[in-house]
Each structure stands twice: as structure tokens, then as C-alpha cells.
């Protein structure tokens, strides 16, 4: 078992709010940086290479996003389940799992990377993508599905790291393999001139790093995760319930990127500016889901283990003080984007036609966040009891809402259309699963 001391005796025993606070905090700056490497990627290509292969990093993104949402999906599935083993002091099982997911995930992870490979530039004339943006996408595509194992091997250890109490160490990893994107980004694109190459080759080598920094790290000084060459084996029994986490968390977060990739297609007649502004607003909107993100990873892994501590009084006290955390968040990230959509944009490109048509969705989607941060919350309550599939078909049900109200109002309202059809889509998901996690989360104290 794992030594309970520090944060993990915390999420088991101190009070709610603050050791929530103190747990999320390096998973959203985690996120933060994670999301400074597609960020840093669109600033050094938009600076040094110009807008077209800028166009095409921005075409490019949607896929790479689709394929990591399948590999982090899955880790966020075997996340809840490691969390609960861990809480319930089952050391072996952990073991077992562990090894079956990480041979399992690996080997789904290679397959996703192969048709990534094959299929990159199929996809991108598939969306309507104009040639010249397309060789652009294709080359960048290529090369970052040749790395995809690296992404799924942090982000898997990164999981279980958390799951098993500590969230500082994936964070700092992580900040030091951003730094190092940053300044190669610079040095290969700038200095070195290789173009949007330099751009893939940066990120596959600091995610190789990262991954090797977890691995290590978690052999030798996380005791749970632990593992031998004898203790990788792959158990048919314990990858049937390792699937049932996974998949449905893996194509959750694949529909609602698959979702995005559809609607950024609808937008092709409007003009690559259009698509570049939109595509420029989304990496302002991940930017500010790091925060919704890391409140719920945390809520997850806070009601995993004390459910499987036996504490059910205490997991439905950390759902509430997440509800709170998570509306205070968005109360002053709404206000910046609704006062400043144009500077946040400009961050990106100085195309004006690129910054109206990005700001003009920044602006209008800011206040609507808070359905966003709710839907969130309340989907990570659902993790976190291991109702995975519930939170699968209130997303897909949500992201069919998104692609057909897009394809009726883009053409009439063009972005417009995206603002109310995105909208519309969190509204839904909140009022499906909203009630119904309230009864739940009282349900969690009854006798």
C-alpha cells in the first residue's frame, strides 16, 4: 500500500475546499502548460513562417486533438479505477491493472498513430482544405502521429501519478518539458529554418522526455505503480474491466473533438481567415477549460478514493465545494474575455481578418462558459462514481445537438451560428445530467 502521507493522507482526511484547491492547482497549471505546446507552436509558426503554414498548424489541430483525445481518454477512464484501488488500499489488483493498461493502451495507441499516418492528408481534403494548406497540415500531422506513444505514455503515468495522490510531480515535468518546447520551437523554426518540421520535431522530443522523466520517476519512487519485467502480463479478466472505464471515457472525449473537427469543415466556404480566427478563439477556450479540467481531474480522484475509502459523506462534500470553485473561476475568466476578445486573439496572429473573426467568438461564447465549467463538474461527479457511459451519451448527444444546429446556422449567421449551436450544446448536456447528479450526490449519504 501506498504510504498515506502528505496529499494523499489530505484527499483522505483534510478539509474539502482547501485540500481541492491545493491538489487542482498543479493539475490546471499542468494544463496550462500542455496547452502551451499547441499555443507556443501557433505564436512561433504565426511569427516566423507566416499565415499559410499558420492555416495550416490551425487545420492540423482538430485531428491531432481527435487522436489525443482517444489516448487521453482512456488514461482518464484507467485514472478513476487506479484512483479507487488506491483509496481502497488493493495493492495488487493496482499492479495488475496497471501492467494490462499500459500493454493494452500501448498497443491501441500504435494503431491510432499507423492510421493517423496513412490517412492524414485523406482527412484534411475530406474537410475541404485548400491544397496549398494541406501539404502544410499533412507534414505536420505525420510527423506528430509518429510520436503518439510518448504523448500516451506521460499522459498515462501522469494519471496514475494522480490517482495515486500526487499531482505536483506531473506538473513539474511537465513545466520543464514546455520550457524546453518553447526554446527549441524557437531554435529549430527560427535559427535553424526548418519550417513547420521544426515545429513537429519540438513537440514529439519534449513529450519522449516527458514520458521518460514519469516512467522513471514512478519506478522509483511510487511504490503502487511499480513495475517489473515479471509483472508485465497482460490479464484477459482485469482488461475487461480496465475496457469498461476506458473506452467509454476514451470516446467521450474523441466525439466532442470529432464534433469540432465537423464544424470547423462547415466553416471552409467562409474563407481560410474565418477558419484560422475560429481556430485561433478554440485555443483561448482550451485555455480556459485548464481550469474547469483541473478542478474536476481533481474531483475525480478526491471521490474515487473516498469511495473506495469507504467515505461517501465526504465525496459528495467534495462535489459541492467543486460546483463552487469551479463557478467562482469562470465568474472573472468570462469578464476578461467578454472585455478583451480582440487582445486575447491578436496573441495569436496580426491578420485582422483573422482577429475579427476570432474575437467575434471569444466575445460572444464568454458568459456562456458557465455551462461549459457546470457540464464539467457534473461529468466529473460521474467519473468519479465510474459512471463513464452516462457522461459518453449526454457528450455525443450534446455534440449531435452542436453539428446539426452548425449546419443549419453557419450558413445564415456564419460563427454566429457556431456561438449559439456550442451553446446550445452545454445547455443540453447540463440539463440532462444536472438533476440527475443532485439525487445522486444525496443518494451518496443514504443509508
Request: hydrophobic fraction near 50%.
Amino acid at each position: 500500500m501506498y504510504n498515506r502521507s502528505g496529499s494523499h493522507e489530505a484527499l483522505l482526511s483534510g478539509a474539502p475546499l482547501p485540500t481541492l484547491l491545493y491538489f487542482a492547482l498543479p493539475i490546471i497549471l499542468g494544463n496550462i502548460f500542455q496547452q502551451l505546446y499547441s499555443i507556443v507552436d501557433a505564436v512561433v509558426v504565426g511569427k516566423f513562417l507566416g499565415d499559410l503554414p499558420l492555416s495550416g498548424i490551425s487545420v492540423a489541430s482538430p485531428i491531432v486533438d481527435v487522436a489525443n483525445a482517444l489516448v487521453i481518454g482512456g488514461t482518464i477512464g484507467v485514472g478513476v479505477l487506479c484512483a479507487h484501488y488506491c483509496g481502497a488500499g488493493e495493492g495488487e489488483r493496482l499492479r495488475c491493472m496497471n501492467a494490462t493498461a499500459l500493454l493494452g493502451g500501448g498497443a491501441l495507441t500504435l494503431l491510432i498513430a499507423l492510421c493517423g499516418i496513412f490517412f492524414s492528408t485523406p482527412l484534411l481534403r475530406a474537410q475541404g482544405t485548400e491544397e496549398a494548406v494541406c501539404r502544410e497540415a499533412a507534414v505536420y500531422l505525420q510527423l506528430v502521429f509518429a510520436g503518439l506513444l510518448f504523448c500516451f505514455l506521460y499522459n498515462y503515468y501522469a494519471a496514475m501519478l494522480r490517482s495515486c495522490g500526487n499531482s505536483r510531480t506531473p506538473f513539474l515535468i511537465l513545466l520543464l518539458s514546455s520550457t524546453l518546447h518553447a526554446l527549441l520551437d524557437v531554435l529549430f523554426v527560427g535559427v535553424f529554418g526548418w519550417g513547420i518540421r521544426g515545429v513537429a520535431f519540438s513537440t514529439v522530443l519534449c513529450q519522449a522526455l516527458a514520458a521518460a522523466a514519469c516512467i522513471l520517476y514512478a519506478q522509483r519512487r511510487c511504490p503502487p505503480l511499480l513495475l517489473r519485467p515479471a509483472n508485465l502480463r497482460f490479464d484477459r479478466q482485469m482488461a475487461r474491466l480496465v475496457l469498461s472505464y476506458a473506452w467509454a471515457a476514451a470516446l467521450q472525449q474523441a466525439v466532442v473533438c470529432i464534433g469540432r473537427l465537423l464544424v470547423q469543415g462547415m466553416l471552409t466556404p467562409l474563407g481560410t481567415s474565418t477558419v484560422t480566427g475560429y481556430n485561433m478563439s478554440l485555443r483561448t477556450e482550451q485555455f480556459l477549460f485548464c481550469f474547469s479540467q483541473g478542478i474536476s481531474a481533481a474531483m475525480v480522484v478526491c471521490l474515487s478514493q473516498n469511495l473506495g475509502h469507504g467515505d461517501k459523506a465526504r465525496a459528495r462534500r467534495f462535489y459541492r465545494v467543486s460546483v463552487c470553485a469551479e463557478l467562482a473561476l469562470i465568474a472573472v475568466l468570462a469578464t476578461v474575455c467578454f472585455l478583451l476578445p480582440e487582445r486575447i486573439v491578436g496573441i495569436f496572429s496580426h491578420n485582422p481578418q483573422v482577429i475579427a473573426a476570432g474575437a467575434k467568438y471569444t466575445g460572444t461564447m464568454a458568459y456562456l462558459y458557465v455551462f461549459a465549467y457546470l457540464g464539467e463538474v457534473i461529468q466529473g461527479f460521474f467519473r468519479g462514481l465510474g459512471q463513464l457511459r452516462l457522461t459518453m451519451v449526454a457528450s455525443l448527444l450534446q455534440v449531435l445537438l452542436r453539428v446539426v444546429l452548425s449546419y443549419l446556422l453557419i450558413p445564415v449567421w456564419g460563427i454566429y451560428g457556431i456561438c449559439t449551436a456550442v451553446a446550445a450544446g452545454w445547455v443540453l448536456l447540463v440539463a440532462i445530467e444536472g438533476a440527475y447528479s443532485i439525487r445522486k450526490a444525496r443518494a451518496l449519504t443514504q443509508v
